[in-house]
Structure formats: C-alpha cells, structure tokens
C-alpha cells in the first residue's frame, strides 16, 4: 500500500516519521519545505501539491491544524479531492468537526473513494514512538484495509463506529483531558500554599482515586516548570470550543465546559496562542504569586515503553 501523508507538523511528522521507520511506500507534503526535505533524506517521495500526492498513492492521510485548513487542502484546485480516483482511502487524522469530516466524506464518495476519519490520543510523545491510540470511523472493510498502517503509526486502535464517531469520541477525551488540567492547576495551588513536598504529592496523586493520564504526564513539565507538552495554546482552545460547539448543536445545556473555553481563552490572552498548553496553570501560579517546582522531573516528556506492533481494541 502507498501511503500519503499531508502535515507534518508536532503530531503528523511523528505518525509519518513512523510509517517511515516500519517501511512504508511514504509520499509527504508540508508547506514547511525544512520539513519535507528532512523526511525526503529519510527517504520519503515528494510532490508539488496535494492533488499529485493523491494521484500517487492508496491511501491519503491528513493531519492538520483546523478544519479550515484541511478543508482548503481537500478542495482546492490542487488539492486531494481532484487527484482522487476510484477505490482509494483518504484518512482524516486531525482533531476536527463531525460535519465537517462528514460534508468532505461525501465528497470523497462522490469520487467513489472512502473516507475514515482517524483522530489519535495519548501526547506527542507516544505519537513518536508509535505507541499513541487511534480512533477511527467509517467503513469496517476499510478500516481493516488500513490496519497495517494504523498498528505500525498507533498501539491501541478503536474501531469507534460509522464516519464522525472517531472525531466525536476524540473531542470528548480532549475535553476530559482540559478539564482535567485546569483542575491540577487549581489542586498544585493548594498543595503548594499547603507546604506539601510536591514530589510527593505527585506520587500521592499517582496512586490516588485523582489519578489521570494528564496528571501523570502534564505534571511532570509543570513541575519542571518548561511547561513543554508539544501542545499549544490555540489548539486547546480549538478541542474545548469544538466540544461546546457540539453540546450546544446537540441542544444539551452544559457547565462545566463553557468555563473551560473561558479560562482557555484567558491563558491564550495572557500567554499567547504558541504557549504550551500546560501554562494554563500559570494563572493560578501567578494569581496566587507562588510557583510549583519540584526536582527530579523531566523538561520534555519521553515515552520509555518499547516500540511494539500495534492491534485493535
């Protein structure tokens, strides 16, 4: 099967560098050509335009910044949709809308082609090392199809059900995942003002009922203090907002959610759209003048589980 691979930016230049290392018919387009020259030395193909890199392979994937993005990529005149021809697969990686994946799926169809939409979870990290997760929707003959390529960029893949419910189920984690942030800034504060060793709270709240994959991972850079998460700002606020979008479309009344859009949107205003997304804790930090340091925690986070064949869950 050769494969297409449109953005390589923090999370699709990891899924692609894995397609690459497990031998992959790799074809690669980025508008950042320091990028694609590094994959092109690594031995990936490369193409002027989206269209042209459709024309080329089986299965086209996309992993982009918004919806807007990858909808400008899919129809533009040079885009996927015009080098589309029958039976072939396009693959929609990004965090998106579900109407949005859905009017570009009958697009694709149109074309008498497939769409997936295939959202991954789990931190740049694990993107890396090929151990992320990966929700995918649409088709089961093409999901299966696809498999080998979903277990060599993913470890745990989820079947989520028809095309949308991989991007649905993918908006609700990073929902938890915000929520779940927010509160460890309002939890470190009080820690903090408690004179507590944070090291151990951090191992208190690891083997606790308040456990999270946030609080195992995110803590550790904020208690380092470099915050470096390989998540930004804007494209939080992009995941909260796409969830209260989808409450708000599905006529259900929230609370929790409509707060975190407006602390995320104070962090963007305070720190920048490009701050890590970590630093939504500087708020408490500084509304409180305190810091939460601790010795003994890593600047960047690094997946130590061995790389290993991934399989459906």
């Not at 696809?146 to 649905?168: C, F, N, Q, R, Y």
């Amino acid at each position: 099967m050769k494969v297409g691979f449109i953005g390589l930016g923090n999370v699709g230049g990891k899924l692609a560098g894995s397609l690459l290392r497990n031998k992959f018919d790799l074809t690669v387009r980025d508008l950042d050509i320091n990028l694609v020259k590094d994959f092109q030395n690594k031995g990936a193909k490369i193409v002027s335009s989206p269209k042209e890199l459709a024309e080329q392979v089986d299965l086209i994937i996309t992993c982009l910044p918004s919806p807007k993005i990858c909808s400008e990529v899919m129809e533009a005149e040079d885009g996927v949709i015009s080098g589309l021809s029958k039976n072939k697969i396009w693959l929609e990686m990004s965090t998106t809308d579900e109407s949005e994946v859905k009017r570009l799926g009958k697009l694709v169809k149109n074309k008498e082609c497939i769409a997936l939409d295939g959202p991954v979870s789990g931190g740049c990290h694990r993107a890396a090392t090929g151990n992320i997760a990966i929700f995918v929707g649409g088709e089961r003959d093409a999901f299966e199809k696809i498999l080998p390529a979903l277990t060599s960029m993913g470890k745990k893949i989820l079947h989520a059900g028809e095309l949308g419910s991989a991007t649905v189920l993918k908006v609700i984690t990073n929902y938890l995942a915000s929520a779940h942030l927010v509160a460890l800034g309002e939890a470190w504060t009080v820690a903090k003002k408690s004179n507590l060793d944070l090291l151990k709270v951090y191992n208190g709240i690891a083997v606790s009922s308040g456990n999270s994959f946030v609080h195992e991972t995110e803590s550790q850079v904020i208690l380092n203090g470099s915050y470096n998460i390989n998540f930004t700002m804007d494209l939080v606020l992009k995941d909260t907002s796409l969830f209260d979008s989808l409450a708000k479309k599905l006529n259900a009344p929230l609370e929790i959610s409509p707060l975190i859009v407006k602390i995320f949107k104070d962090g963007q205003k305070k720190y920048g759209s490009r701050a890590w997304s970590s630093m939504i804790v500087k708020r408490m930090e500084d509304l409180n003048n305190i810091n939460f340091r601790a010795d003994g925690f890593p600047d960047e986070l690094v997946d130590n589980e061995q790389e290993e064949k991934g399989y459906e869950i």
